[in-house]
């Protein structure tokens, strides 16, 4: 079990917008660790979409945009794409006792 | 920039495995490597992380003691090995280099280990 969880899955028509929540504790997100979040195509390597909680690496659309507030993040998709299906995944660091970076399990993301 | 892992690997339990991830481009010493484990039961699982400029290495307590990070600067060479194999350690294998924030920026495409009798 993640100490991240997430929704197993969102859907949503093209054009409109979907969001995602990351939610964890006060030992990671809660303990001002930062959140970021990576998009994955079937098949390959997961892809940096969101860093620092709400900050987007160069060549990122700006229909992706992150949030964080107290021990929950969301990262918000406007404008849903077809190519946007893929699954999402949400990482902070945990400073609690085991001291290590972790992932959310996961979230698949259905255009219909 | 570019991490580029080595191909498939079919072992048995209790084998060996060193598998490979080479960086591209003179920023190899400038950021720390990570790889990551993703199987469809436990999802992405973060191993451990290594400074190429000293080997500083740090182990996610799950995979301490499991296996062994390690990486060679003279061919800006990352590796992740293994003793001995069990059949729970398939799984595609990533490396990925930590940037800003100490987000995984740049990912290899992915190395599959399967470990079957």
């Known amino acids: 079990q993640s100490v991240l969880t997430q929704p197993p899955s969102v859907s949503g028509a093209p054009g409109q917008r979907v969001s995602i929540s990351c939610t964890g504790s006060?030992?990671?997100?809660?303990?001002?660790?930062?959140v970021h979040w990576y998009q994955q195509h079937p098949g390959t390597a997961p892809k940096l979409l969101i860093y620092?909680?709400?900050i987007r690496p160069s060549g990122v659309p700006d229909r992706f945009s992150g949030s964080k507030s107290g021990t929950s993040a969301s990262l918000a998709i406007s404008g849903l794409q077809a190519e946007d299906e893929a699954d999402y995944y949400c990482q902070s660091y945990d400073s609690g006792l085991t001291r290590n970076h972790i992932f959310g399990p996961g979230t698949k993301v259905t255009v219909l | 920039v570019q991490l580029v892992q080595s191909g498939a690997e079919l072992k048995k339990p209790g084998e060996s495995l060193r598998i490979s991830c080479k960086g591209s481009?003179?920023?190899?010493?400038?950021?720390?490597l990570a790889w990551v484990r993703q199987t469809p039961g436990k999802g992405l699982e973060w191993m451990g992380s290594?400074?190429?400029?000293?080997?500083?290495?740090k182990y996610s307590p799950t995979f301490r003691g499991q296996v062994t990070i390690s990486v060679d600067n003279s061919i800006t060479t990352a590796y992740l090995q293994w003793r001995s194999l069990k059949v729970s350690d398939s799984g595609i294998y990533y490396c990925?280099?930590?940037?800003?924030?100490?987000?995984?920026?740049?990912w290899g495409q992915g190395t599959t280990v399967t470990v079957s009798s």
């Open positions: 620092g909680n709400n």
């Open positions: 990925a280099r930590m940037g800003n924030y100490y987000a995984l920026g740049v």
């Open positions: 481009g003179r920023a190899f010493t400038s950021y720390w």
């Open positions: 290594i400074d190429p400029t000293d080997s500083d290495t």
């Open positions: 006060s030992t990671n997100i809660g303990a001002g660790n930062d």
